[in-house]
């Protein structure tokens, strides 16, 4: 079973902060625990399917460049 924000929020070493930089924390944590054991290409692929579903429910279409050596 995978832990809910909730359950980063109340971790103990986060705690005591406020909550607007605990919650960053346990966002922080969050990603780190459903990311710390995929390879550079496994994470690439994480960060942006998840990047570009918040940019839809946001209603913003990225405009997309190549990057050129």
Same mark, same amino acid.
């Given at each position: 079973?995978?832990? %809910? ?8 070493d986060?705690?005591?902060?406020? $909550? ?6 346990? $966002? ?12 550079a ?24 460049? %190549?990057?050129?050596?």
């Amino acid at each position: 079973m995978s832990k %809910t924000l909730d359950d980063y929020m109340n971790d103990p070493d986060i705690i005591n902060e406020p $909550i607007a930089l605990r919650e960053v924390h346990a $966002i922080r944590l969050k990603i780190y625990d459903e990311t710390k054991d995929m390879t550079a290409a496994e994470k690439t692929t994480y960060y942006r399917d998840r990047s570009r579903a918040a940019l839809s429910r946001l209603g913003i279409t990225p405009k997309y460049t %190549t990057h050129h050596e």
